[in-house]
């Protein structure tokens, strides 16, 4: 499947269907990365897609939830499924971020960020809107905290699946260009999870 290029509904079948267990330990993995609840922060996700983090910064509290994606398509289906509840969602481009300077206390994208045109230009985008002291969790994959039963149904579930689209990237070309526009960067990883990217402003 060419996510990409999905007008959504696939791609809110199979997180309905196979990745919806995850969700919440991806809001796990947020927390253990920030050290603090997220109860009364600010959270834009950039590639919201139809909104089932959204659903989770809300259950935890977060003051303000923005989703951002390109599509129009899954910014809808994030609405008319109810998840994105109170959240703020906005059809825009994470190269080219619309908010004012340190307007959030988290940056969180999961699985978007190898669809970037232009990583550098994002990522000044992302510093800019930080607060002091904030931070940015980037990256892709099943999740460190996630249960690994979870992680075997979802494996087994792909083997008998078209091979996947999504581009590659190398999580250490991403921690460069983090470096090179300042903060503390960490690169926290597990064989068959994923990665993230934590970015601390």
């Given at each position: 499947?060419?996510?990409?290029?999905?007008?959504?509904?696939?791609?809110?079948?199979?997180?309905?269907?196979?990745?919806?267990?995850?969700?919440?330990?991806?809001?796990?993995?947020?927390?253990?990365?920030?050290?603090?609840?997220?109860?009364?922060?600010?959270?834009?996700?950039?590639?919201?897609?139809?909104?089932?983090?959204?659903?989770?910064?809300?259950?935890?509290?977060?003051?303000?939830?923005?989703?951002?994606?390109?599509?129009?398509?899954?910014?809808?289906?994030?609405?008319?499924?109810?998840?994105?509840?109170?959240?703020?969602?906005?059809?825009?481009?994470?190269?080219?971020?619309?908010?004012?300077?340190?307007?959030?206390?988290?940056?969180f994208s999961r699985g978007s960020v190898f669809?970037?045109?232009?990583?550098?230009?994002?990522m000044h985008q992302i510093k800019n809107i930080?607060?002091?002291?904030?931070?940015?969790?980037?990256?892709?994959?099943?999740?460190?905290?996630?249960?690994?039963?979870?992680?075997?149904?979802?494996?087994?579930?792909?083997?008998?699946?078209?091979?996947?689209?999504?581009?590659?990237?190398?999580?250490?070309?991403?921690?460069?260009?983090?470096?090179?526009?300042?903060?503390?960067?960490?690169?926290?990883?597990?064989?068959?999870?994923?990665?993230?990217?934590?970015?601390?402003?």
């Amino acid at each position: 499947m060419d996510w990409k290029n999905d007008n959504g509904e696939h791609f809110e079948s199979h997180a309905e269907d196979f990745l919806r267990p995850v969700y919440p330990w991806l809001l796990r993995d947020l927390e253990n990365a920030t050290e603090r609840s997220l109860r009364g922060m600010k959270i834009l996700e950039l590639g919201c897609g139809p909104g089932f983090m959204l659903e989770q910064f809300l259950a935890a509290h977060a003051k303000k939830v923005v989703g951002l994606d390109l599509s129009h398509k899954m910014l809808l289906r994030a609405r008319n499924s109810g998840r994105a509840g109170a959240a703020q969602l906005i059809q825009a481009d994470a190269c080219n971020l619309p908010f004012i300077a340190e307007s959030f206390d988290i940056v969180f994208s999961r699985g978007s960020v190898f669809f970037w045109n232009d990583i550098e230009r994002a990522m000044h985008q992302i510093k800019n809107i930080l607060k002091p002291s904030g931070t940015a969790l980037i990256g892709g994959g099943y999740g460190l905290s996630t249960p690994q039963v979870y992680i075997d149904a979802i494996i087994q579930h792909y083997a008998l699946q078209p091979k996947s689209k999504i581009p590659r990237l190398d999580f250490t070309i991403l921690q460069a260009i983090a470096n090179k526009i300042g903060g503390k960067t960490e690169i926290l990883q597990a064989k068959k999870r994923g990665f993230w990217l934590k970015w601390q402003i």
